[in-house]
C-alpha cells in the first residue's frame, strides 16, 4: 500500500478508501477535490464514486467492502462518508477554519479572518486565490509584505487586453471570451487579434475586412467576410438584391492588411486548402468530391471551360451543385475561371459574351456608363469589366446583372 498521497506526495495520515479499490489519497486533498471542485470520481481512475467513502486512519485497509462487513463504521450524513474514530470528524472539521499562523485565531469568516491579518500582524492574502474556491479555508496563505504579495501574483496569469489577473489561464480564456471581442478571420488566417471594445473591433473590420452595411446585419455587431466576393453573396441571400447590378470582384484582405503574414501566396494556399476541406465536407461523398477537385484542377490550368466544369459538376453533384455553388467558385482560385463560372450559371455566352438561354435574362438593365434599348425579337443583357488603377493592381471587377 502506498503511504503517500498521490496528488500532493506527503505522507498519508488519514486514508480514503474507495469503492472502485484505490486508497492513495490523503483526507485533505480528497475533501479539496470534492468540497472545492465538485468532482465526486477517484482521482486515480475517474471512476464516479456513487458509494461513500471510508475514511481511517488505518494504514492496513485494503479493500472496501471487506472493511465495511469487519468493522462497525458510522455513517456521516454531512460530509458523506463511513468512519471508526471521532479524530476524522474533527480533521474534518478544521478544513472550514481560517487559521492564522502568528497566533491562536480561527474562523469561518474570511472577511473577519483577513482583517485580523492586517490589524494584528500587518499581513494580507491572495484575493484571487480566495475568489478561485480552488482551496479549502484552513489552506489559506497569508503574505507579510507587498513584495511578497507582488511577487505571488506573478504567478497568476494576466489578460493582455486589460488589467484583469485571473487565477489560472482557463479564467483569463473565460474573461477574454466575456468581455472583449476576437476577430474570427484574422483567426481562421492564423492571426489572433483581441479587441477591448466594439468599437475597435469594428473599425478594424471596416479597415481589414468587408462589412455588411445593412441595418439588419449591425443590429447585434457587424456581420464581416473575408472578401468582396462573400460579401456580395451575402447581400443576394439574404437582402435581395438578385434583381440588381451587382459588382463583383474576387479581392481579399491586402498583404499589407495582415502585416504579420510575410509569405502572401502561402497565405492564399492556406486559404484555398481550407476553402477545399469546406467544399469535400459539403459533397460528403469521397469519390464524388475527388472527381469535383479533379474538375477545379482542371478549370484552374484552362484545360476545360467554366461551361464544361459547370455541365460535368452538376452531373457529379446533381442537387448539390446549387447549394454549393459558393463552396465551389471559393474552391477554384483561378479569378477569370471564377468570372466565367458566374457568367455560365446566368445563361452568359463566355465567348461571345451574349446570353446563351434568353428565358433567363427577360428583364433588360442598364450599366452605370451606357444604356442599351431592347430590341422587339430579343432583350441584351450589359456585362462590363472594369480593372482599376489605384497604385496598386486591384482584381477584376464584374457587372452581373440579374443575379
Given at each position: 500500500?502506498?503511504?503517500?498521497?498521490?496528488?500532493?506526495?506527503?505522507?498519508?495520515?488519514?486514508?480514503?478508501?474507495?469503492?472502485?479499490?484505490?486508497?492513495?489519497?490523503?483526507?485533505?486533498?480528497?475533501?479539496?477535490?470534492?468540497?472545492?471542485?465538485?468532482?465526486?470520481?477517484?482521482?486515480?481512475?475517474?471512476?464516479?464514486?456513487?458509494?461513500?467513502?471510508?475514511?481511517?486512519?488505518?494504514?492496513?485497509?485494503?479493500?472496501?467492502?471487506?472493511?465495511?462487513?469487519?468493522?462497525?463504521?458510522?455513517?456521516?450524513?454531512?460530509?458523506?462518508?463511513?468512519?471508526?474514530?471521532?479524530?476524522?470528524?474533527?480533521?474534518?472539521?478544521?478544513?472550514?477554519?481560517?487559521?492564522?499562523?502568528?497566533?491562536?485565531?480561527?474562523?469561518?469568516?474570511?472577511?473577519?479572518?483577513?482583517?485580523?491579518?492586517?490589524?494584528?500582524?500587518?499581513?494580507?492574502?491572495?484575493?484571487?486565490?480566495h475568489s478561485s474556491n480552488g482551496?479549502?479555508?484552513?489552506?489559506?496563505?497569508?503574505?507579510?509584505?507587498?513584495?511578497?504579495?507582488?511577487?505571488?501574483?506573478?504567478?497568476?496569469?494576466?489578460?493582455?487586453?486589460?488589467?484583469f489577473i485571473g487565477f489560472d489561464?482557463?479564467?483569463?480564456?473565460?474573461?477574454?471570451?466575456?468581455?472583449?471581442?476576437?476577430?474570427?478571420?484574422?483567426?481562421?488566417?492564423?492571426?489572433?487579434?483581441?479587441?477591448?471594445?466594439?468599437?475597435?473591433?469594428?473599425?478594424?473590420?471596416?479597415?481589414?475586412?468587408?462589412?455588411?452595411?445593412?441595418?439588419?446585419?449591425?443590429?447585434?455587431?457587424?456581420?464581416?467576410?473575408?472578401?468582396?466576393?462573400?460579401?456580395?453573396?451575402?447581400?443576394?441571400?439574404?437582402?435581395?438584391?438578385?434583381?440588381?447590378?451587382?459588382?463583383?470582384?474576387?479581392?481579399?484582405?491586402?498583404?499589407?492588411?495582415?502585416?504579420?503574414?510575410?509569405?502572401?501566396?502561402?497565405?492564399?494556399?492556406?486559404?484555398?486548402?481550407?476553402?477545399?476541406?469546406?467544399?469535400?465536407?459539403?459533397?460528403?461523398?469521397?469519390?464524388?468530391?475527388?472527381?469535383?477537385?479533379?474538375?477545379?484542377?482542371?478549370?484552374?490550368?484552362?484545360?476545360?471551360?467554366?461551361?464544361?466544369?459547370?455541365?460535368?459538376?452538376?452531373?457529379?453533384?446533381?442537387?448539390?451543385?446549387?447549394?454549393?455553388?459558393?463552396?465551389?467558385?471559393?474552391?477554384?482560385?483561378?479569378?477569370?475561371?471564377?468570372?466565367?463560372?458566374?457568367?455560365?450559371?446566368?445563361?452568359?455566352?463566355?465567348?461571345?459574351?451574349?446570353?446563351?438561354?434568353?428565358?433567363?435574362?427577360?428583364?433588360?438593365?442598364?450599366?452605370?456608363?451606357?444604356?442599351?434599348?431592347?430590341?422587339?425579337?430579343?432583350?441584351?443583357?450589359?456585362?462590363?469589366?472594369?480593372?482599376?488603377?489605384?497604385?496598386?493592381?486591384?482584381?477584376?471587377?464584374?457587372?452581373?446583372?440579374?443575379?
Amino acid at each position: 500500500m502506498n503511504d503517500n498521497c498521490i496528488i500532493c506526495f506527503e505522507k498519508i495520515n488519514t486514508r480514503v478508501v474507495l469503492p472502485c479499490g484505490h486508497t492513495s489519497f490523503c483526507l485533505s486533498c480528497f475533501t479539496t477535490m470534492n468540497q472545492c471542485h465538485g468532482k465526486r470520481n477517484c482521482p486515480f481512475c475517474q471512476k464516479e464514486i456513487t458509494e461513500d467513502p471510508i475514511i481511517t486512519q488505518n494504514q492496513n485497509v485494503v479493500n472496501y467492502f471487506d472493511e465495511l462487513q469487519k468493522q462497525q463504521y458510522h455513517h456521516d450524513e454531512i460530509h458523506h462518508f463511513y468512519y471508526n474514530d471521532e479524530k476524522v470528524l474533527k480533521e474534518q472539521d478544521q478544513f472550514n477554519f481560517y487559521k492564522c499562523n502568528h497566533c491562536n485565531y480561527i474562523t469561518k469568516n474570511f472577511k473577519k479572518f483577513d482583517h485580523h491579518l492586517h490589524e494584528k500582524h500587518s499581513c494580507v492574502t491572495c484575493r484571487i486565490c480566495h475568489s478561485s474556491n480552488g482551496f479549502l479555508p484552513s489552506q489559506t496563505e497569508t503574505f507579510h509584505s507587498g513584495k511578497e504579495i507582488q511577487q505571488h501574483l506573478k504567478l497568476h496569469p494576466r489578460c493582455p487586453i486589460c488589467k484583469f489577473i485571473g487565477f489560472d489561464h482557463f479564467k483569463i480564456s473565460q474573461h477574454m471570451h466575456e468581455k472583449h471581442i476576437r476577430c474570427d478571420i484574422c483567426a481562421n488566417h492564423d492571426k489572433i487579434q483581441w479587441f477591448a471594445t466594439e468599437n475597435e473591433y469594428i473599425n478594424h473590420c471596416e479597415s481589414n475586412h468587408f462589412v455588411c452595411k445593412e441595418i439588419s446585419c449591425c443590429q447585434h455587431g457587424p456581420t464581416v467576410f473575408a472578401s468582396h466576393f462573400e460579401l456580395q453573396m451575402h447581400k443576394i441571400s439574404f437582402h435581395n438584391e438578385g434583381n440588381k447590378n451587382i459588382m463583383i470582384d474576387f479581392r481579399e484582405s491586402q498583404p499589407a492588411q495582415l502585416e504579420e503574414i510575410n509569405d502572401y501566396k502561402e497565405e492564399h494556399r492556406k486559404r484555398m486548402k481550407a476553402a477545399w476541406r469546406k467544399l469535400s465536407s459539403g459533397i460528403g461523398n469521397q469519390s464524388h468530391a475527388s472527381k469535383v477537385f479533379d474538375l477545379i484542377t482542371q478549370l484552374n490550368k484552362k484545360k476545360i471551360d467554366a461551361s464544361s466544369f459547370y455541365q460535368k459538376a452538376k452531373e457529379t453533384i446533381n442537387e448539390k451543385s446549387e447549394l454549393l455553388f459558393c463552396d465551389i467558385v471559393a474552391a477554384i482560385s483561378n479569378g477569370n475561371a471564377r468570372s466565367d463560372l458566374l457568367r455560365v450559371r446566368q445563361g452568359l455566352n463566355i465567348h461571345q459574351m451574349k446570353p446563351q438561354n434568353m428565358e433567363m435574362n427577360k428583364i433588360p438593365t442598364q450599366t452605370k456608363d451606357s444604356t442599351l434599348e431592347a430590341n422587339n425579337s430579343e432583350k441584351k443583357v450589359a456585362i462590363q469589366q472594369k480593372v482599376t488603377q489605384s497604385g496598386k493592381k486591384r482584381g477584376k471587377r464584374i457587372v452581373i446583372t440579374s443575379f
